[in-house]
């Protein structure tokens, strides 16, 4: 059974850093055929991809996100994080990471992710 572990803050100020980490349990972020996904989800609106890091490390970024979004693997901790810089109220969402069979583009159709953590809000505000 795959499971997926989110930790990070659910609150930070305008223009600083926010860092969400996810530890993947039941499955390889490093060999296992699959995109690790971060998607978000703002109030009132449907599901963003942010990003993607693929078994092999290639990773893939939602252009919308202006180069804010990195995502970095520890394999040896089998976890995945994302870092988003300058962040502004527009990012306030729930965050989520998830696992996604890899296909042509599918990274940007997070809805069709098997497995998913259990959400982080991240709210952005003075």
């Known amino acids: 059974q795959v499971q997926l572990q989110q930790s990070g803050p659910g609150l930070v100020k305008p223009s600083q850093t926010v860092v969400l980490t996810c530890a993947v349990s039941?499955?390889?972020?490093?060999?296992?055929?699959?995109?690790w996904m971060w998607i978000r989800q703002s109030p009132g609106k449907g599901l963003e991809w942010v990003g993607a890091i693929a078994y092999s490390g290639v990773r893939h970024f939602n252009p919308s996100l202006k180069s804010r979004a990195s995502i970095f693997r520890d394999t040896s901790e089998n976890q995945f994080s994302l870092q988003l810089s300058s962040v502004t109220p527009d990012d306030t969402a729930v965050y989520y990471c998830a696992r996604l069979p890899v296909g042509s583009g599918t990274y940007t159709r997070p809805g069709e992710s098997d497995y998913w953590g259990q959400g982080t809000q991240v709210t952005v505000s003075s």
């Open positions: 039941g499955g390889s972020i490093a060999t296992d055929y699959y995109y």
